[in-house]
């Protein structure tokens, strides 16, 4: 692979310092000439080597990896204690990982001595020269210690996380403590959403939509007339308390476009705050369907870090416990660069086509047993894309009193929050 700087040829190496202006732009385009000319000839002679030497051709295209943002990612050196870990960029698989490898190295250990006890008890009955010689033989070096955090490039060749599904089984005790309504672990509740919008609101027929999306949610409009109460959230979200609902959901606009979710978990809080951006409706997309009145199915993909987790329970109060298979509905909430892409299709299993190609699973291996088995798509709607903005405690008279987490907070590009 050629070098970005590589050492221009004799004539490219002119003067720019020139007065006047028409003779500097020859100048340039002289000198870009000539180094185009030098990156035709050595693209040129990496082909004609290539050719001779295939390996070369396959190792230039395993290292020519583009170093992304998902790539460049990096995480806070904590330990296992972290705490509920809401200001706290790590992963938790990863420290979950962490300390089985402890234990079994642990366990190792242990079994080890027990091994070098006996065998000492076994060679006292030798000589001290024969035990000596016995002890170096079996006695093994201790593991090299391992480096520190990754460089960018080694980040870059080692396979992407993007499409992991969510373990929601690797909760931090302190952040399911500190929220004990989304971590409850009594059996799940019937979810039960009221939808209403912002004061003066023009966005019923979102609103509406969003009764399609979450299952067992009413949409009642909040009065605009000019005698009328202005009930707050807070008051909201008392009246639907009483009422056995589970979630308050509220939709805000600007310029007659959605712009913001806001989800009240009742019936004491937490009160989340998402912006909405690039909203599309169901029958603007090409080839959509219509959704049905099932329950669907409930995709969480990547939420990695406690932050994460909690934002994924979130998600996971507002769907029944139990799809309704026969629908064959599905909703994703797929995370990447703290962005949640939401959409949801219908699928449907066909055969495999002679032109396709096999299911290639994360090791780089075709997935066995699914040979000539295809899934097709069919998107629904509507489709959008949140950002968390902020965390409040409890159910506030005014937004962002006492919060518990906010974003902007992190100015380092390559360190996500969920």
Same mark, same amino acid.
């Given at each position: 692979?050629?070098?970005?700087?590589?050492?221009?040829?004799?004539?490219?190496?002119?003067?720019?310092?020139?007065?006047?202006?028409?003779?500097?732009?020859?100048?340039? &385009?002289?000198?870009?000439?000539?180094?185009?000319?030098?990156?035709?000839?050595?693209?040129?002679?990496?082909?004609?080597?290539? %050719?001779?030497?295939?390996?070369?051709?396959?190792?230039?295209?395993?290292?020519?990896?583009?170093?992304?943002?998902?790539?460049?990612?990096?995480?806070?050196?904590?330990?296992?204690?972290?705490?509920?870990?809401?200001?706290?960029?790590?992963?938790?698989?990863?420290?979950?990982?962490?300390?089985?490898?402890?234990?079994?190295?642990?366990?190792?250990?242990?079994?080890?001595?027990?091994?070098?006890?006996?065998?000492?008890?076994?060679?006292?009955? %030798?000589?001290?020269? %024969?035990?000596?010689?016995?002890?170096?033989?079996?006695?093994?070096?201790?593991?090299?210690?391992?480096?520190?955090?990754?460089?960018?490039?080694?980040?870059?060749?080692?396979?992407?996380?993007?499409?992991?599904?969510?373990?929601?089984?690797?909760?931090?005790?302190?952040?399911?403590?500190?929220?004990?309504?989304?971590?409850?672990?009594?059996?799940?509740?019937?979810?039960?959403?009221?939808?209403?919008?912002?004061?003066?609101?023009?966005?019923?027929?979102?609103?509406?939509?969003?009764?399609?999306?979450?299952?067992?949610?009413?949409? &009642?409009?909040?009065?605009?007339?000019?005698?009328?109460?202005?009930?707050?959230?807070?008051? &909201?979200?008392?009246?639907?308390?009483?009422?056995?609902?589970?979630?308050?959901?509220?939709?805000?606009?600007?310029?007659?476009?959605?712009?913001?979710?806001?989800?009240?978990?009742?019936?004491?809080?937490?009160?989340?705050?998402?912006?909405?951006?690039?909203?599309?409706?169901?029958?603007?997309?090409?080839?959509?369907?219509?959704?049905?009145?099932?329950?669907?199915?409930?995709?969480?993909?990547?939420?990695? @870090?406690?932050?994460?987790?909690?934002?994924?329970?979130?998600?996971?109060?507002?769907?029944?416990?139990?799809?309704?298979?026969?629908?064959?509905?599905?909703?994703?909430?797929?995370?990447?660069?703290?962005?949640?892409?939401?959409?949801?299709?219908?699928?449907?299993?066909?055969?495999?086509?002679? @032109?396709?190609?096999?299911?290639?699973?994360?090791?780089?291996?075709?997935?066995?047993?699914?040979?000539? &088995?295809?899934?097709?798509?069919?998107?629904?709607?509507?489709?959008?894309?949140?950002?968390?903005?902020?965390?409040?405690?409890?159910?506030?008279?005014?937004?962002?009193?006492?919060?518990?987490?906010?974003?902007?907070?992190?100015?380092?590009? @390559?360190?996500?929050?969920?």
């Amino acid at each position: 692979m050629a070098s970005k700087k590589m050492k221009p040829s004799a004539k490219s190496a002119l003067p720019f310092k020139t007065g006047n202006r028409e003779k500097r732009q020859k100048l340039h &385009i002289t000198r870009k000439k000539a180094l185009d000319s030098t990156r035709r000839d050595e693209r040129f002679r990496r082909r004609r080597a290539e %050719d001779k030497d295939p390996s070369l051709r396959e190792e230039r295209l395993r290292e020519n990896i583009p170093l992304t943002l998902e790539r460049k990612r990096v995480w806070d050196d904590v330990d296992r204690d972290t705490g509920d870990g809401l200001g706290v960029s790590v992963d938790v698989e990863r420290l979950k990982r962490q300390k089985l490898e402890e234990e079994a190295q642990l366990d190792t250990e242990n079994n080890r001595g027990e091994v070098s006890e006996a065998q000492s008890s076994a060679d006292d009955r %030798d000589s001290m020269i %024969d035990s000596a010689s016995d002890s170096d033989e079996h006695t093994t070096a201790p593991p090299p210690p391992s480096s520190g955090r990754k460089s960018a490039t080694e980040r870059a060749t080692s396979p992407t996380q993007s499409t992991t599904s969510t373990n929601l089984d690797l909760t931090p005790s302190a952040l399911a403590a500190r929220f004990p309504t989304l971590f409850s672990t009594d059996p799940p509740k019937e979810p039960k959403t009221l939808i209403t919008t912002s004061l003066n609101s023009t966005l019923h027929n979102e609103a509406r939509l969003l009764t399609t999306l979450f299952p067992n949610s009413v949409y &009642i409009p909040r009065s605009a007339h000019r005698h009328s109460h202005k009930y707050s959230v807070r008051e &909201i979200a008392a009246f639907a308390s009483n009422r056995s609902y589970t979630a308050v959901l509220v939709l805000k606009e600007d310029q007659k476009q959605p712009t913001g979710l806001t989800f009240v978990h009742l019936p004491k809080g937490p009160t989340f705050h998402f912006t909405i951006s690039n909203w599309t409706e169901g029958k603007k997309l090409p080839g959509h369907g219509n959704p049905t009145t099932h329950t669907p199915e409930l995709i969480l993909n990547n939420f990695r @870090t406690p932050l994460g987790l909690l934002t994924a329970h979130l998600f996971r109060t507002m769907f029944p416990p139990q799809p309704e298979l026969q629908g064959r509905q599905v909703v994703t909430l797929h995370n990447q660069r703290d962005y949640i892409f939401l959409r949801r299709h219908r699928y449907l299993f066909r055969e495999k086509r002679a @032109t396709e190609k096999n299911v290639i699973g994360p090791d780089g291996n075709p997935v066995t047993g699914v040979q000539g &088995i295809r899934a097709g798509l069919q998107e629904l709607g509507p489709r959008f894309t949140m950002k968390l903005r902020r965390i409040d405690r409890g159910v506030q008279r005014g937004s962002g009193q006492e919060w518990e987490w906010r974003g902007k907070m992190e100015k380092q590009r @390559t360190k996500f929050q969920l």
